[in-house]
């Protein structure tokens, strides 16, 4: 099913319920070792990708893996995300930006106990309107470096970058706090997130 998150220009938002979708044989061979559920997440990402694909132009490739960055078609960008029950995919041509990322989260999966670790002093410090924007900001910097880190290569700490959220326009910008150059290139992308039922998706882009 196609999504509706404000995605930018050219992009498009895919989501699948985890199931046993089939796999070509190159993508089987990605997860010939990994228990069940996770083959299922793993096929359900792809299926949602490819449907994005589709929508896109693109022949249905396998979308196999560079360690554990998905690899996209030439000609496309894309990123994927799963919980135990759904998958999502976001996809772009790649002359309409440099990088995408997309993340899904349950929206209780963020216990309190775990701020401490992903979000910053100043993040946890904030009055917060809506008890959500906690994870919606755990969610926004892994959907950034998603977008990130296939360019850099680079690890980005959860503490080294900051959320700006705007909520009434259900949108993000990142700002990175750390020392390594490369990373700056989170402040360069744009956010939107949205909730389905309980959980929340966030979407960056880098045009
Ligand atoms: C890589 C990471 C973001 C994945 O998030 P997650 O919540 O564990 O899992 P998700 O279901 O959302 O995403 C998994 C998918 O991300 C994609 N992915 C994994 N590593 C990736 C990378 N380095 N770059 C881009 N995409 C990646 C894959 O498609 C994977 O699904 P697949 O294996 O079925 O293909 C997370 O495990 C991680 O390492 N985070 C630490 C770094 C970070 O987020 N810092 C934030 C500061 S900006």
Request: hydrophobic content about 40%; overall charge positive.
């Amino acid at each position: 099913m196609e999504l509706g998150l404000q995605a930018p220009a050219g992009a498009v938002v895919f989501a699948a319920t985890v199931d046993d979708y089939p796999l070509p044989p190159e993508e089987a061979l990605c997860v010939e070792d990994a228990g069940e559920q996770r083959q299922r997440q793993f096929a359900s990402g792809r299926h949602a990708a490819r449907a994005a694909l589709r929508r896109l132009g693109g022949a249905g490739q396998p979308i196999v893996r560079e360690g554990r960055r998905p690899c996209w078609p030439a000609g496309f960008i894309g990123s994927i995300s799963h919980t135990d029950t759904l998958a999502v995919a976001a996809v772009a041509a790649k002359s309409s930006g440099r990088s995408i990322g997309i993340d899904i989260e349950r929206i209780r999966r963020l216990k309190p106990a775990l701020h401490r670790k992903v979000l910053t002093e100043e993040e946890r410090r904030r009055p917060w309107r809506d008890p959500r924007e906690g994870v919606v900001a755990f969610s926004a910097k892994e959907a950034g470096y998603k977008a990130v880190n296939p360019l850099t290569d680079a690890f980005i700490p959860f503490r080294e970058a900051e959320v700006e959220l705007d909520w009434k326009r259900s949108a993000f910008r990142l700002r990175y706090l750390g020392r390594h150059e490369p990373n700056r290139l989170l402040n360069d992308g744009v956010g939107t997130f949205g909730f389905i039922g309980n959980e929340v998706v966030t979407l960056f882009f880098l045009g």
